[in-house]
């Protein structure tokens, strides 16, 4: 989806107005880390950011037996958090099933509100699009 232009004047001005309500907004509802490429509604509302090795595709193969972190033992797997509540939601439930690509670092520290009316979160590296592509055509 691409409704506005990148870099001109007044994306960049609706950036610095967003990115301010948006990071405090998620910050206290998500403990968003402002990736700028939110996937929250493929994750049940969790914050993949918040997994210790930023994994965008379910868990590592530490996962304890108590559901726990294998880097944090006494806290839950972000991911094990993200199957069940994908499960609770009323809409989105079998987004956690779509393949992610990989985080763009560059990104990090911009408004994923104004990335996605940009399409700017949507551009992806060369190698991942026909990946992406096959996925998409399963579902
Ligand atoms: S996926 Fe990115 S933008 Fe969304 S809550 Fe997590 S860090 Fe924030």
Redo the contacts with the bound molecule.
């Keep these: 989806m691409k409704l506005i232009s990148e870099n001109s004047t007044s994306t960049k001005v609706l950036e610095r107005v967003i990115l301010p309500i948006e990071k405090i907004g ?1 910050e206290i509802m ?1 403990d ?9 509604h493929s ?1 049940g509302l969790t ?4 997994c210790p090795k930023n994994l965008r595709n379910g868990p590592c193969g530490g996962v304890r037996p108590n559901g726990n972190c294998e880097v944090y033992p006494d806290k839950p797997c972000v991911w094990v958090q993200a199957i069940e509540r994908s499960a609770r939601l009323p809409i989105w439930r079998d987004n956690i099933y779509r393949l992610q690509p990989p985080v763009d670092w560059q990104l990090q520290d911009t408004s ?1 509100w104004v990335n996605l009316f940009t399409g700017r979160d949507s551009v992806h590296p060369p190698g991942w699009r026909g990946a992406l592509d096959a996925d998409r055509e399963a579902r």
Excluded: D, N, V
Aim: charged fraction near 20%; hydrophobic fraction near 30%.
């Design positions: 998620k998500f968003c880390r402002m990736c700028g490429q939110c996937i929250l994750t914050c993949p950011m918040r994923s």
